[in-house]
């Protein structure tokens, strides 16, 4: 469990860092101009890895795991990741980033709780309850200020 905490913690500065890195490029750019950048990258780095680790006897294979539910999971996730990252880059360019990071995370919280009750049924204890109450109060300060 501490060991995961930790690794969480680092997950989280991970996920302020890339967002200062995309404020800093998004400085009077075209946010699509940025994504296909940053999209083309991403691409690469996740081929490289996995031409690291599977080698390229599997890659013609890579699609024949996966059934057509799960394809098109795969599409809904990615059609979903990409507005997120268009909103999420148009938020960067528009709001400070100790707002959006606090805000995004927290709202990351919010949706993580519900979805998981909702499509794993995942049982929502007293502190996940008294936690909620307490991430929106705290958000409320947040745009008060």
């Known amino acids: 469990m ?3 905490s930790i690794l969480f913690s680092f997950l989280g500065f ?3 860092f890339e967002a200062l890195s995309k404020k800093k490029i998004l400085n009077n750019k075209n946010i699509y101009q940025v994504l296909l950048v940053d999209s083309f990258i991403y691409f690469i780095l ?3 890895l996995y031409l690291s680790t599977n080698g390229t006897k599997n890659i ?3 699609f024949s795991n996966f059934s057509t539910n799960n394809l098109i999971y795969l599409v809904l ?3 979903s990741f990409l507005c997120y990252t268009i909103l999420r880059f ?3 360019n ?3 980033l100790g707002n959006l990071i606090t805000l995004e995370e927290s709202s ?3 949706a993580g709780l519900v979805l998981g009750a909702l499509f794993f049924n995942e049982k929502i204890s007293f502190n996940k309850v008294i936690g909620t109450i307490l991430l929106i109060i705290g958000i409320y300060f947040i745009n008060k200020i």
Do not use: A, C, E, R
Request: proline share 0%; no cysteine.
């Open 14 to 16: 991970l996920h302020g």
């Open 2 to 4: 501490f060991s995961n």
């Open 90 to 92: 148009k938020l960067i």
């Open 60 to 62: 013609t294979n890579v």
């Open 46 to 48: 996740v081929l490289i």
């Open 77 to 79: 996730g990615l059609v």
């Open 94 to 96: 528009d709001n400070t």
């Open 108 to 110: 990351i919280i919010l």
